[in-house]
C-alpha cells in the first residue's frame, strides 16, 4: 500500500490505526446511560484513528458492490461469517473500503456527510466485544529465543532446544472459554503448587498462584475453514490465515512447573487469556514482511511439507508496559522485542496443524507463543529479556513502585505492537488487564488435609 | 430407580437403552431416498430399546407440565439449551418421561395411538448427530493403572507415577473440532516421528503413523456452565454434570512420542476423536454407584479443595472389541475394563477445573482418560491390559486374521459399556470407528528435505 494513501478522516501519525490498516472488530453503540455496550446491536466495524467505521452500514449503502454478502457478513455480531469467505472477499472488503475512506479518488466518500453521519462513530461511543467465536484455541511455541530459555531453565544450556523443536512448530491446545478481551480484569488464580519446588515428594500446596506472569504473544484467527482430513500445503494455509491480534497468555509459573508433567500446560494457561480488539489484515502487515531473526533461510531446513519458499516473519516491534496500582501514568515499558524473532510462519503452523487431518474452523485462533524479549519467565531466563528483542531496561524496574520478579495485584499489563511505515504506523493499540487480588477461598486454602 | 420399572414398549434385556436409561440424543428422519438425516430438523430424542422417541413432539404435546421450556430445549439442533437449564430441569424431563413411557401409572401414554404414532420411530429410520455443540474439550488422564503403565514406560517401574498425579486430576486441553459421532470413519493420520525413536539426534521422518492406537474413555458433558472467576465446590461441581458417553480418543503413539515434549499431546491425538450418541444421564447411572477399585476412600487424601465426601465411582464394564477388514461379525472383544477403576472422580475433576477461576460452558466434554484394561498401549506397558479391569483374551488376538500390536488399514473397532441391573442394563450403546488409510501426501511423504 503506497504510503501516500491518506484519509479524509484525520489520523495522527503515531495512531496504530491509519487508513493503512483498517483492522477489524466488533462493536456496539454504548447506551445513553451506561458504558456497556448493547449486545444485540453488535456488528462489525473497522478502526480510523480514534473513529469506528461502521461497516454494517457501509454495506446497506452498497460500497462493497456485491463482490459478498457484505450485509450478512457484517451485520453479524462475529467476525467469522467474514473470516470464512476467504482471500477474494476480504481482498474486494479492502480494496473498497481504502477507496471509500480515502481523502481522494472516486469512490471516497469524503462528500458525503450524510452517510458519514450514519457510519462514523468515536471510539469513545462504543463498547468493543470479542472479535471471533472462538471454536478452537492452540497455542504454538515458536520463538526460538524463547524456547532456548525455558529449556535452559528446565534442562540446562546444554540441552536447551528439545530435539523436536526445530523440526516442527511445537503447540498445545489451549482454553477457547477463557479468552477475554482487553480491558477485562484479570483474577489472581489459585491452584495448586509444590511445597518446596525443588523437592516434589513433601507435597502441593493450594492458594493464590505467587508467580504470575504476563507472556507477550502475537495470534492469528482462521479465516475459511477445513473439512476434517483436509490437509493445507504451505501455500494453501497462507490463504488461510485472517489477521493478527495481541495476546497475553497470562501464565502461573508455580502452578505449571507442578501440574505440565507429563501432559502440558492446563490450569496455568486457561484461567484468562487477553487479546486486543482490532483484528489486523494480513494486507496491512505485508509491506513490512522481513527476514527473521535467524535470517532469510531456515536453518535447519525442515522435512518437505513444512518447506516455506517465502520464509520470513514481519518487522514488528513489540512491547511491555507495566504500570504498578497508584502509579502515575504512562506505564513503564519493561521489555522490547519483535516479531522477527519468530522461527517458524503462520503458513507453517497451519501446514503442520493439518497434516494429520485435523479441521480447522473459521475463527480458531493460534498465539505464536511467546515473543523472548518479552518474556516473563522466573529468573534463571530472565537473561533473555535483554537479548533477542534488544532495548528496554530490563522488565524488572517498574518505576518508582520498584521491581517485579512476578505480577502484582493491581499491577496493569499493557502490550503494544507496531509497524513504523513511512510517516504512518500499522499497529494492534493496546491489550491491556489488570490484575485483581485471588479470590478468598477460606478454609480450601489449605496446605494439608482438612 | 425400581428395576420393575417396565415401558410399554418392549425392551430387551440386553439392550442398553431400557426405561430405567432414556439417553439423550440428537437425531433427524432420514429422507427416503438417502441415509442421511435432514440436519435442519434435527431435535433431541431418546433411545428406547430399538425405538427413538421425539421430545419435541411430546413437548408441544405438554407432558413436560411446563416445569421448563420443554419446546424451545427439544426442538433445539444440540442439547446444550436442555444442559444450560441444570438440575432440577433435567430430574422434572425424567420423571415426566418415565412416567410417559411406562406400561403403567397415571400418566402412561400407552393408550395414546395417535401421539405414539408422531414421537416413536424406529432407530434404523433416522440419523444421529453430535448431541452437543462443543466448546472446549478436556482429557483427563484418571486411571491409576493407566498412569502407572505409562509412567513405567517412560520412567521405569520405580518412578511410575508422577508426584503430581495423586495430588491433582492431570489433565489436557484437547481439540474441540476433531470430535466426531460414532460410526464416522477414522483416517489415519500422516505425521512427525522419530526416525529411530532411541536416537532422537537422527531427526524426524513424516508419513503415515505406524502406531495408530484406540483409547477406551468414558466422557462427560458438562450441563450448567459457570462464569470466569466463578469456583465450584465439590458438591456444586457434581450438580454440572449433564450425562455421559464413551469415548475412543483415538492416539498417534509415534507421533506422540516425538511431538508431546514439553508441552503434551497436540497432533498425536486431534486428528480425530469419536464419542458414542446417546448421552446417559447421571440419574439412570446412579443405581450403579460403587467403591473404586482403589477402594471406599481416596489414599493418600487430597487436599481440602479436591475432598469429595461421597468419592466412589460407577460398576459399569468397559470393553473393546476390534473386527480386522473381512473378518466375519462379530468383533472381537480384546479387552474389559470398568469405570470403578478411575481414581478421580467427576466432581473432583470439575472442581478441580474451575479451582482457578477457568469458566465452563454447557456442553464442554471432559474425557476420563484412558482406563486401564482397554489401553492400546505399545509393549512394554501392555501388560497393563490383563491389570486393572481383568477378563478379556489380551488385545493382541483378534481372530483369525492374527493379533494387532497397532491398528491397522480397515479395521473396525467398537467400544462398549454397559451397568448390569437386575434384568435390565443401563448402557452406553457403541462407539464405532474403522481406520482408512492414510492420505497419499506424494511428495511430502519425504524422510528428508526436499
Known amino acids: ?261 507429563p501432559l502440558g500446560p492446563f490450569l496455568s494457561k486457561s484461567f484468562c487469556s487477553s487479546i486486543s480488539p482490532w483484528v489486523v489484515p494480513m494486507a496491512a502487515l505485508e509491506p513490512f514482511a522481513a527476514p527473521t531473526s535467524g535470517g532469510s533461510v531456515q536453518d535447519p531446513p525442515p522435512l518437505a511439507y513444512l518447506h516455506d519458499a517465502r520464509y520470513g516473519s514481519y518487522d514488528c516491534v513489540l512491547e511491555v508496559a507495566i504500570q504498578p496500582a497508584g502509579a502515575p501514568a504512562p506505564p513503564v515499558t519493561v521489555s522490547r522485542s519483535n516479531m522477527a524473532c519468530l522461527h517458524w510462519t503462520m503458513a507453517q503452523q497451519l501446514a503442520h496443524h493439518t497434516s494429520g487431518g485435523c479441521p480447522l474452523r473459521p475463527g480458531d485462533l493460534m498465539g505464536s507463543g511467546t515473543i523472548s524479549a518479552a518474556t516473563g519467565l522466573p529468573a534463571p531466563a530472565a537473561g533473555s529479556g535483554g537479548g533477542a528483542g534488544g532495548g528496554g531496561g530490563g522488565r524488572d524496574a517498574v518505576g518508582e513502585r520498584g521491581t517485579r520478579a512476578f505480577l502484582l495485584d493491581g499491577d496493569t499489563v499493557v502490550l503494544r505492537g507496531y509497524c513504523q511505515g513511512d510517516g504512518y504506523r500499522v499497529g494492534f493499540g493496546d491489550c491491556v488487564g489488570t490484575v485483581l487480588p485471588a479470590l478468598d477461598r477460606g478454609e480450601f486454602e489449605s496446605d494439608g488435609v482438612q
Not at 493503512?20 to 454504548?30: D, E, M, R, T, V
Not at 452517510?115 to 471471533?132: I, K, N, T, Y
Open 1 to 261: 500500500m503506497p504510503p501516500q494513501l491518506r484519509s479524509f478522516i484525520e489520523v495522527d501519525p503515531e495512531s496504530p490505526f491509519p487508513i493503512q490498516n483498517l483492522p477489524y472488530g466488533i462493536f456496539s453503540p454504548k447506551s445513553q446511560s451506561s458504558d456497556e455496550g448493547d449486545n444485540s446491536q453488535c456488528r462489525v466495524g473497522v478502526a480510523l484513528g480514534t473513529k469506528v467505521v461502521d461497516l454494517a452500514v457501509l454495506a446497506e449503502a452498497g460500497i462493497f458492490d456485491g463482490a459478498f454478502d457484505a450485509v450478512a457478513a457484517f451485520r453479524s455480531p462475529t467476525l467469522n461469517a467474514f473470516m470464512s469467505l476467504g482471500p477474494a472477499a476480504w481482498r474486494a472488503a479492502r480494496a473498497a473500503l481504502q477507496a471509500a475512506l480515502s481523502a481522494d479518488g472516486p469512490r471516497s466518500l469524503a462528500g458525503n456527510a450524510s452517510l458519514l453521519r450514519a457510519c462514523v462513530r468515536e471510539r469513545s461511543d462504543v463498547a468493543l466485544h470479542l472479535p471471533a467465536d472462538i471454536g478452537d484455541y492452540t497455542d504454538f511455541f515458536s520463538c526460538r529465543e524463547h524456547a532456548t530459555a525455558c529449556g535452559t531453565m528446565f534442562r540446562g544450556a546444554a540441552n536447551a532446544l528439545n530435539p523436536n523443536w526445530l523440526c516442527l512448530p511445537v503447540a498445545y491446545h489451549g482454553r477457547a472459554s477463557s479468552v477475554v478481551l482487553s480491558g477485562a480484569a484479570v483474577r489472581r488464580p489459585n491452584g495448586q503448587r509444590a511445597r518446596d519446588p525443588k523437592d516434589p515428594s513433601q507435597g502441593p500446596v493450594f492458594g493464590p498462584s505467587t508467580k504470575l506472569d504476563y507472556e507477550l504473544e502475537v495470534a492469528f484467527f482462521v479465516g475459511t475453514g477445513t473439512e476434517m482430513g483436509e490437509v493445507l500445503s504451505i501455500e494453501q494455509a497462507r490463504d488461510h490465515v485472517f489477521g493478527c491480534v495481541l495476546l497475553n497468555d497470562w501464565s502461573a509459573r508455580d502452578v505449571q512447573t507442578w501440574e505440565y508433567v
